[in-house]
């Protein structure tokens, strides 16, 4: 705006009538139909840019190579892999016209996309970039859905290639197009455009996404002009000289004008004036614009005027700046001048309060404000005026624009009308001089010509239109200060507490070897985690897998022995999330808890509001484990209501893993080396057999006491056929060649830590059955005499283990009673013996 705005007052600012006639034809980017391919349209222009920009929905000119690629997926809750069928697609699209730099941004959703590698080839003039692109899996109701994520999780992955043409005159067509259509392609020299070798069209499963949108950030900074080589770009703008002036001279898409007509010693001065403020400017240009608006809009951006000067005939650029000196200024007067009017318009006629919008990163729309206070205590209130600034991408760029502007439009500035002699042949729009003209009262005034008419060769007059001179703005613009606003958006914490599972088998859906990840709500905001991890168990992390929600838990309050059905837990996060479920859901494993190494399948809750809750309907011990006793203070998970993976990608074999949870809100990650370190080995789990369930001990369930002759009861348990988890498992007949191992530890012996992480007498083995294919034991008096010196045990400890070709099942059923059993081995769910 600045002097530009003010000089719209007069009709007929001076450019060369070529300049008025449409050069772009009109657009209208393509629709996006999430259940279809790319759409194409052949009317849509080549766009033309400057600076850094963002190309969102560029044109398709080609797609097809359509390919479907199944995989399957494996999620929570689920004893099956799901098939997914993807659609693939290879989709060539125009950018804009070129050269361009080589290296650009592509972006999927407004995600920029980071790739894992990238090559530029300066004599093909072409850039590759290689990237990974994978999918995140997600569990519904027992279903795996198929949720496209543009990070590296690696699982129902695929390798995108793009190659990217900048828009030479030497680029050759595109090989892998060439090769997908079958036929020779043209090279589309001057132009800017993408090859992408695989986009995700869709995918076969219910709530899968549509097609993501495409933007590809470039930037274009031209110097056709040549000023100073690299003054042609302003930060990551072009320099509106050399914008100007590709727009007169370009033979291809702008007015084709020669060089000769244009003072290129002016356009070049302004251009080196444009860099030592810091003016630059960003542009895309994909609409029908006539050159007139096109020009004009960018003069009205750096507060320009063009115009062609009457002594030379050449199309001048001349910048309104504060680039005179006072003496030195040319004085009109009654010797020059035969007539004067002035205007000036009232104080109810000014602003005093501007608003300035520009751009911000992929098409966002920012603000800066200026305001004058002595002008808001006049008027007695704010009097806005809104102006977009769209080239614009500076704050520090768009604050100077708003002083100026603020300058031009709180005070009212006098306009004057003058009809001068030949002695002002030399004067040209937007130059300046000094007016005095005693019978208005006028000494000096400062005027700033808008337009200049030569008049006729019979009147011997020129006529100028000037406005008094304001648009002299010596200011420094400074990014805004931080304020007393504070950012909520801190960076997060930590998980509170962390865990790494190997999935069982029938959480992982089949024999994959998966490990599962558990992180519980910490202070402050968090959204969910990245996981960063290295299968070697060592120090090399790198992100396998996001994870969007965390996983409840609560503190167990008091001690849960053996059979115990009901819990109360304390100190717990997320509780909102655990809702009772009937029966026939119990069947299905929708609640499970984890305490220590058991598996607990649980129906009610009752969430007291406080951070406390009651679980009843306990099963205890379902899938491979068996029922153990738990301690105060264990930490009680809800798995099924929120658990990641800790990658999408099985593990072929056994490691040990080391991970750490990396929590994410809104706008930040915790830094890798805030977050804490938690490893876990895997042992084949998924492939073991489950342990017997349904232990007796002489006819009894955990009893407090034994009495002579031991007879050790089980059912079978088998993961690959047809179960329930509200009996625990329980099947008539195990695996095919299930065995079972029973020991018998007696007297003797030393003192262990118990699975339950209290200390205990684990006793000495007295007494080992293999091969067992029942479900039932005896152990003769005679026998265990005879083992244990002649005498029955005082203290007995029974282990049952289930043996399918050569593994054993991950936990056993493990049970000790008598005599000295251990101070805190609550064997009959009370403390002592």
């Known amino acids: 705006m600045g002097f530009f705005f003010t000089s719209l007052l007069y009709a007929g600012f001076t450019i060369l009538s070529r300049l008025l006639q449409p050069q772009l034809p009109q657009t209208e980017r393509a629709k996006r139909d999430p259940l279809a391919a790319p759409t194409a349209d052949p009317t849509r222009p080549i766009p033309v840019v400057w600076g850094s920009v963002y190309l969102n929905d560029p044109n398709v000119i080609w797609w097809g190579n359509i390919r479907v690629s199944r995989t399957s997926g494996q999620g929570l809750y689920i004893n099956g892999p799901v098939d997914v069928d993807l659609y693939v697609v290879g989709?060539?699209?125009?950018?804009?016209?070129?050269?361009?730099?080589?290296?650009?941004?592509?972006?999927w959703d407004d995600k920029p996309l980071t790739p894992d590698a990238i090559a530029y080839n300066s004599i093909l003039e072409i850039t590759t970039v290689h990237k990974n692109r994978s999918f995140e899996l997600i569990a519904r109701e027992h279903f795996v859905y198929s949720v496209m994520y543009n990070q590296p999780t690696g699982y129902l992955q695929f390798g995108d290639i793009y190659h990217f043409y900048r828009g030479t005159n030497i680029q050759e067509p595109d090989p892998a197009e060439v090769a997908a259509v079958g036929v020779p392609l043209p090279p589309y020299r001057g132009v800017a455009y993408a090859h992408l070798g695989n986009v995700l069209l869709g995918a076969s499963i219910q709530g899968a996404p549509p097609m993501q949108r495409l933007a590809v950030g470039v930037a274009r900074r031209p110097n056709q002009l040549g000023i100073t080589p690299g003054r042609e770009q302003i930060a990551n703008d072009a320099n509106p000289a050399c914008m100007l002036y590709e727009i007169l001279t370009d033979t291809r898409w702008g007015m084709a004008l020669p060089s000769t007509v244009i003072d290129v010693v002016s356009f070049r001065a302004a251009g080196e004036a444009l860099y030592a403020e810091g003016t630059g400017m960003s542009l895309v240009v994909n609409d029908q614009t006539p050159g007139r608006s096109l020009i004009d809009d960018i003069l009205r951006h750096i507060d320009a005027s063009l115009f062609t000067d009457p002594a030379t005939g050449l199309l001048t650029l001349k910048l309104a700046r504060n680039d005179y000196v006072f003496d030195d200024l040319p004085v009109f007067d009654k010797s020059n001048v035969l007539s004067v009017e002035l205007s000036r318009p009232s104080w109810t006629e000014t602003k005093n309060h501007v608003r300035v919008k520009y751009s911000g990163q992929l098409g966002s729309e920012r603000v800066a404000a200026e305001t004058n206070l002595?002008?808001?205590?006049?008027?007695g209130g704010i009097v806005s005026l809104d102006v977009s600034y769209p080239g614009f991408t500076s704050a520090t760029t768009a604050q100077r624009a708003a002083a100026r502007d603020l300058k031009t439009v709180s005070y009212p500035f006098a306009r004057v009308a003058l009809e001068v002699n030949r002695k002002a042949w030399s004067v040209r729009p937007g130059g300046v001089f000094r007016l005095t003209w005693e019978p208005l009262g006028i000494v000096d005034l400062v005027c700033r010509v808008a337009r200049v008419e030569p008049g006729l060769l019979t009147n011997?007059?020129?006529?100028?239109?000037?406005?008094?001179d304001a648009f002299a703005v010596n200011w420094t613009g400074l990014p805004v200060s931080g304020g007393e606003w504070v950012d909520p958006s801190q960076p997060p914490l930590p998980v509170a507490a962390q865990r790494l599972e190997e999935s069982p088998y029938a959480l992982a859906g089949g024999l994959h070897r998966q490990v599962l990840t558990l992180g519980s709500r910490g202070p402050g905001l968090m959204q969910g985690y990245a996981v960063w991890s290295d299968p070697a168990g060592g120090e090399e992390y790198a992100l396998t897998n996001p994870q969007a929600v965390l996983t409840p838990m609560g503190l167990l309050d008091g001690v849960m022995g053996y059979k115990s059905t009901t819990l109360k837990i304390v100190a717990g996060t997320?509780?909102?999330?655990?809702?009772?479920?009937?029966?026939?859901?119990?069947?299905?494993?929708?609640?499970?808890?984890?305490?220590?190494?058991?598996?607990?399948a649980w129906q009610d809750v009752v969430r007291h509001g406080d951070g406390t809750a009651t679980i009843t309907g306990c099963v205890r011990g379902v899938m491979d484990t068996a029922p153990r006793r738990h301690v105060e203070g264990a930490h009680v998970w809800f798995p099924t209501s929120g658990a990641g993976l800790a990658s999408q990608t099985d593990y072929g074999s056994d490691i040990t893993l080391a991970a750490k949870l990396r929590t994410?809100?809104?706008?930040?990650?915790?830094?890798?080396?805030?977050?804490?370190?938690?490893?876990?080995?895997?042992?084949?789990r998924a492939a073991r057999p489950y342990c017997p369930t349904a232990v007796l001990l002489n006819g009894q369930s955990y009893p407090k006491a034994l009495a002579g002759e031991l007879t050790v009861s089980w059912q079978h348990?088998?993961?690959?056929?047809?179960?329930?988890?509200?009996d625990a498992g329980i099947t008539g007949s195990p695996e095919a060649s299930t065995t079972y191992t029973v020991r018998i530890y007696g007297d003797g012996g030393g003192y262990g830590q118990d699975w339950g992480k209290v200390w205990g007498r684990l006793g000495s083995l007295k007494h080992t059955e293999t091969g067992l294919t029942g479900t039932s034991y005896l152990y003769p008096a005679a026998t265990e005499m005879a083992e244990n010196g002649g005498n029955m045990n005082t203290f007995r400890r029974i282990t049952v283990e289930a043996i399918v070709s050569g593994l054993g099942s991950r936990q056993l059923y493990d049970y000790a009673i008598g005599d000295n059993s251990g101070w805190g081995y609550d064997w009959g769910s009370d403390f002592g013996q």
């Open 91 to 107: 989709v060539t699209a125009v950018l804009c016209h070129g050269p361009v730099d080589p290296l650009p941004t592509y972006y």
């Open 374 to 379: 002595a002008n808001v205590q006049m008027r």
């Open 460 to 468: 011997g007059t020129i006529h100028i239109d000037a406005v008094e």
């Open 574 to 600: 997320d509780l909102e999330t655990l809702f009772s479920i009937t029966p026939a859901v119990l069947d299905s494993g929708r609640n499970l808890l984890l305490i220590d190494n058991e598996w607990i």
């Open 664 to 684: 994410i809100n809104m706008s930040k990650t915790l830094p890798l080396a805030s977050a804490g370190r938690v490893t876990t080995t895997t042992e084949n």
């Open 717 to 726: 348990r088998n993961r690959l056929g047809a179960w329930s988890f509200a």
